[in-house]
């Protein structure tokens, strides 16, 4: 029995209405999947549930962290309810968890701790319309599981990136005036991580090398990955010599070059994309690891000999 309540003729037909279109949604959290037969009577729903063998689907307040897992398009949650979780997949339906509220019935039992909480599970059924209820149940002494934007941080944290090796040429010694190339070996174009339900996966936009010169930086057209790859489109000219420079070559004075890269974030839950509304704050780019270099420039010597 899930709802009861006393209330004037239309306040009582609205209910009806409710509870009708809530009757094969809501059931009160059970040790096993169950079939449910409802009735209305006298405004009071009740519901007959016909147990099978079969695991029931938990929620991540249950201890298993991911709700019965399933495939959907999460989306962001309704703002109009006290304490909701992260959102979660029930088969294709997105759910949450939110406390208890009127009308709906207490869960069934003794709370199973003095710290315990009603807690009722929502779930969307397709895309319109509000989510409905889907469970009521006691939480145990789990923890909550982190929040949707926590997860996405979380996987963000947990991406590795390997450093890369500067490619140069020349290689050792350029010369001033002279086209150097740079490229990058070793470099990753995608990283990926899962932390929790959430994976966080990594795509190379762009390169920028810093030749050290105090010239200023540039940014490669394309992700330069070979010398080859390199001369028509990461190229700088050195305008004066490495005299000063802050690296060394073999003891020699060398500009210290530095390629960094930047990645396009995106987010899946489940083998499905998490849209940017659902998850406000979250990051949309993240630096990959940096790589330097030491470059020597000297400048060409012209010796002019007379005829003799």
């Known amino acids: 029995m899930l709802i009861r309540s006393r209330m004037g003729h239309a306040a009582a037909t609205a209910m009806v209405a409710l509870a009708a279109a809530l009757s094969g949604a809501l059931v009160a959290a059970s040790p096993a999947a169950a079939e449910e037969t409802c009735e209305m009577v006298n405004l009071v729903l009740t519901c007959t549930e016909t147990t099978t063998e079969e695991t029931p689907a938990t929620t991540p307040e249950t201890g298993t962290g991911s709700g019965s897992e399933g495939s959907c398009e999460l989306r962001p949650v309704d703002s109009g309810y006290d304490n909701p979780?992260?959102?979660?997949?029930?088969?294709?339906?997105v759910c949450f968890n939110v406390d208890h509220f009127a009308p709906l019935v207490m869960p069934e039992g003794d709370k199973p701790n003095e710290d315990s909480t009603a807690r009722v599970t929502l779930c969307y059924n397709g895309s319109m319309g509000p989510p409905a209820p889907r469970r009521i149940f006691w939480t145990g002494d789990e923890e909550e599981p982190p929040s949707l934007i926590e997860q996405v941080r979380s996987a963000v944290d947990a991406l590795d990136f390997a450093t890369p090796t500067v490619g140069v040429s020349p290689a050792g010694l350029t010369l001033v005036n002279l086209d150097t190339w740079f490229w990058l070996d070793g470099v990753q174009r995608e990283v990926t991580a899962t932390a929790f339900t959430v994976t966080a996966r990594a795509t190379i936009r762009t390169m920028t090398v810093d030749p050290g010169d105090g010239s200023g930086t540039f940014t490669c057209p394309t992700i330069a990955t070979?010398?080859?790859?390199?001369?028509?489109?990461?190229?700088?000219?050195?305008?004066?010599?490495?005299?000063r420079g802050a690296g060394s070559v073999d003891g020699q004075p060398a500009f210290k070059a530095t390629v960094t890269t930047v990645y396009d974030l995106t987010f899946t839950h489940g083998g499905n994309p998490i849209p940017a509304a659902a998850i406000p704050g979250a990051p949309t780019t993240i630096d990959g690891a940096p790589a330097t270099a030491a470059v020597r420039v000297v400048e060409a010597q012209t010796v002019v000999r007379p005829n003799r």
């Open 226 to 243: 070979t010398s080859a790859e390199a001369q028509n489109n990461c190229v700088h000219e050195y305008r004066r010599s490495s005299r």
């Open 85 to 93: 979780s992260a959102p979660f997949c029930i088969k294709n339906d």
